[in-house]
Structures are given as C-alpha cells and as structure tokens.
C-alpha cells in the first residue's frame, strides 16, 4: 500500500477503534469513504457493510440502499416504501484490494460474485452463497418483490474496484476475462 494512504487507513482505524488486520482497516476505510452519505460515521454502519472475508466471493463491501437510506434487513425496506408514494433503490457493490496494480483474475471473480448475489435473488435454488452474500441477496429479492413501489423498472446498481494503484487499470478493462463478465451483466 502506498505510505501516504497507509498513514490515512491506521489514523481512520485508530480513530474509530478498528484493531483489525491492515486489509481489514483498507475495508473498512474504503467503505466509510465510498459508502459516507449512508453511513456518516457509524461504526456499527461501517462494520455491517464489510462483507469480505474467506468465502466472500470477491465482494468486500455491499451496501443496499433505500430512499437514501441503507438498509440490512427486509423489514426496513418494508418501512421504508410502505407510506412513499415514489421511492428510490440502489445497490453498490466493492471490491478493496490494497495492491499496487489491477488483478484481472480478481476484478472477474468480483464481477462473477455480483453476478452471483443478483441470480441467487432471483431463483436461489441454484447457487450457493455465503451467508453474509444470502443476506444481501435477501434485500435485493425484497426490492424486486416491490418493485411497483420502486421509480426504476431496474435496481440501479454501482461497482468498484478500489486499489492503491496509481495507475488507470485500462489494461485489465480490455482483458477477456472482465469484458466478458461486462458484456454479460447488461443483460
């Protein structure tokens, strides 16, 4: 990791009490930056939205958010929507890697992971997700269950892969490996 965004990462886990492993902090660090409008500074907030881990499917941070608000259960969506003439749904995705240059491997497992969580909400017969991964499923499942309620015929969605690189990834954008992946989640 860069030195100057090392120093950044253990200041914001001194500061919010994260005695965690260095990938861990960059975790955590990345989604209270990215995720901020939603989480503000609540630590409980950040530590729910960091789903990474051994079996995390390349996903590191998930966030549902409804109404400008985020959400971790299904009954809070059902809240939030059931006196709203016209609501709103977003879902972000993030992968944090603390590496100084763009793995395609890596970037094609997180782009599968997404894939993954979106079909489970939709028929999870089929797959079989991390508990963690089944939660957001959930959440996505419950959005599309109402999605008369919802502004958007589709959830939007928002993905990102953060690195410490200094470099643009353009070259890991044009490898078969994430076009692909690209290609086939527009559909």
Not at 63 to 74: D, I, R, S, T, Y
Not at 97 to 108: A, F, G, M, R
Not at 128 to 157: H, M, S, W, Y
């Amino acid at each position: 990791m860069h030195t100057l965004t090392g120093k950044r990462v253990a200041k914001f886990a001194r500061d919010f009490g994260f005695a965690v492993s260095e990938d861990k902090q960059f975790e955590l660090y990345v989604a209270a930056n990215y995720l901020y409008p939603y989480l503000r500074d609540d630590v409980g907030k950040i530590e729910r939205s960091v789903r990474g881990g051994g079996s995390d499917e390349g996903i590191d941070i998930a966030a549902v958010v409804v109404n400008g608000q985020l959400v971790f259960e299904p009954s809070e969506i059902e809240e939030l929507i059931s006196e709203q003439i016209s609501n709103t749904a977003r879902v972000v995705f993030i992968q944090a890697k603390t590496s100084e240059s763009y793995d395609t491997k890596l970037i094609s497992k997180f782009l599968h992971g997404i894939e993954s969580v979106t079909k489970y909400a939709i028929n999870p017969q089929n797959i079989n997700l991390p508990a963690a991964l089944v939660d957001l499923a959930a959440l996505i499942d419950k959005i599309a269950e109402n999605g008369d309620k919802f502004q958007e015929t589709r959830i939007p969605c928002e993905v990102f892969y953060v690195t410490t690189s200094g470099h643009d990834g353009a070259d890991a954008r044009k490898e078969l490996q994430v076009t692909e992946r690209f290609a086939g989640s527009k559909n």
